[in-house]
Each structure stands twice: as structure tokens, then as C-alpha cells.
């Protein structure tokens, strides 16, 4: 699983992230996340403020983005908290990224469903592409993680980049998909597999038939 501690708090990241600061269009939105709260608890913020935090790292850096440790002081003081209670939180949630990552975050599923379903593959694909685990790959393109259930159990393997679920993968799939992010295209997301819309039965479905053009009254047939 992802390692969850900080990236180390060198004198190059303080000289890089120190002067972070909301740009002006992140200001507005944190201050109306902070408004949904009573006056005084401003601290239930923290989630949605760490994100957007994270994401103005990554529009910075072209990258999917990630929570350097000033960016958290940051956060921090913006809330009126102790810093180790925003790092409890940032640490604890796989959505926040404590070390630098690529521009495509991918996060493949290894639970028992998706295990099941190929995720060992799914992971060999991403390494054949030069991705390792926890790292930044030489074209800064990807970083590679195994995540636990992501709840698509049903249309497993999958993985997730990003903000997006790209599900029913095989090797050549998910091939398909990276080439098409590399490009700077948008593959389709979700189920990859023809025919599918979300996560129906594959082939149609087998049960309650007569639903599918009508409602059918079933009461008396049970």
C-alpha cells in the first residue's frame, strides 16, 4: 500500500513552497466552504481546503498534485488549527498525495475482486510502461499506486486516474486509455467494456426480464 509519510521537510521544499498562498479564485472558494460551517468551526473545512490546496499544487506543476508540508502550515493557519491535526487528516485519506507525483496518478485496485479479475496484470501493464510503485516515472508522466476497494466491484479490475474510474480493464484496455492521456486526449471513462453502460450484467440482464421495456407487475407470479 502507499506510504502515508510526508515528503521530508528539506530546506529546498521550504524554499520552494513557503510563500504558498490561495490565488485569488482558490480564496473565494475556500472561503465559501468555510461559510457552510456556525461561526467557530471553520476546522470542518479542513477536507475540501486540502484538496483544493492539492489541486493549485498541481496547476502549478502540471502534475495530478500533491500536499508538501508548508502547503499543510499553510492550510493550517488559514483554519485556526494545530498543524499535526491537519497532518492527521492528509495523512489518514489516500485522496491526498504526501509525496510529489506525476501528471497521471494512477491508482489500481489489488482487493479480492479486483485481484480476482486481473489486477495483477493491470499492475504489470503499468510497470511495463516504466511506473514504480510510490514514485515519478523518468517522463514525469506517471505515478503508480495499489489502492484498497474503490467500489466497483462489479466492473473490476479497475483503476482510477485522477479524478476519473476506468473500469472492465484488461492489459490492452488500459493500454488504450494511457496512450490516450499521454496524447493529451480524454479517454472515455468508466466501464471500458462494449456494450456497457455502468455496471448492468454483462450480456443483459437474467433476472426481472419484463422490466427492461415495461413495468411488470410480479406480485402474482410470486
Known amino acids: 500500500m502507499a506510504d502515508r509519510t510526508p515528503a521530508p521537510d528539506t530546506p529546498e521544499l521550504r524554499a520552494?513552497?513557503?510563500?504558498?498562498?490561495?490565488?485569488?479564485?482558490?480564496?473565494?472558494?475556500?472561503?465559501?466552504?468555510?461559510?457552510?460551517?456556525?461561526?467557530?468551526?471553520?476546522?470542518?473545512?479542513v477536507m475540501p481546503l486540502l484538496d483544493l490546496a492539492q489541486r493549485q499544487v498541481g496547476a502549478e506543476t502540471d502534475t495530478q498534485g500533491w500536499l508538501p508540508l508548508p502547503v499543510i502550515e499553510y492550510v493550517a493557519q488559514y483554519l485556526g488549527m494545530p498543524v499535526i491535526r491537519v497532518l492527521e487528516v492528509a495523512s489518514f485519506y489516500f485522496m491526498y498525495n504526501l509525496k510529489p507525483v506525476g501528471k497521471f496518478h494512477v491508482q489500481v485496485c489489488g482487493t479480492t475482486p479486483c485481484m480476482l479479475r486481473g489486477s495483477d496484470d493491470i499492475i504489470a501493464a503499468c510497470k511495463k510502461r516504466g511506473m514504480v510503485k510510490g514514485g515519478v516515472s523518468a517522463d514525469g508522466l506517471w505515478t503508480l499506486t495499489e489502492v484498497e476497494c474503490m467500489g466497483n466491484c462489479a466492473t473490476a479490475p479497475m483503476v482510477q486516474i485522477n479524478d476519473d474510474n476506468y473500469e472492465?480493464?484488461?492489459?490492452?484496455?488500459?493500454?488504450?486509455?494511457?496512450?490516450?492521456?499521454?496524447?493529451?486526449?480524454?479517454?472515455?471513462t468508466g466501464t471500458q467494456e462494449p456494450g456497457r453502460h455502468t455496471s448492468e450484467p454483462a450480456g443483459g440482464p437474467t433476472t426481472l426480464t419484463d422490466m427492461v421495456s415495461a413495468n411488470h407487475d410480479y406480485r402474482g407470479e410470486w
Do not use: C, M
Open 16 to 45: 520552494r513552497w513557503s510563500a504558498f498562498a490561495w490565488t485569488p479564485e482558490n480564496k473565494k472558494t475556500a472561503d465559501w466552504h468555510i461559510a457552510k460551517y456556525p461561526g467557530g468551526r471553520q476546522r470542518s473545512a
Open 168 to 188: 472492465d480493464l484488461t492489459p490492452e484496455r488500459l493500454d488504450a486509455v494511457l496512450d490516450a492521456l499521454a496524447a493529451g486526449q480524454k479517454p472515455k
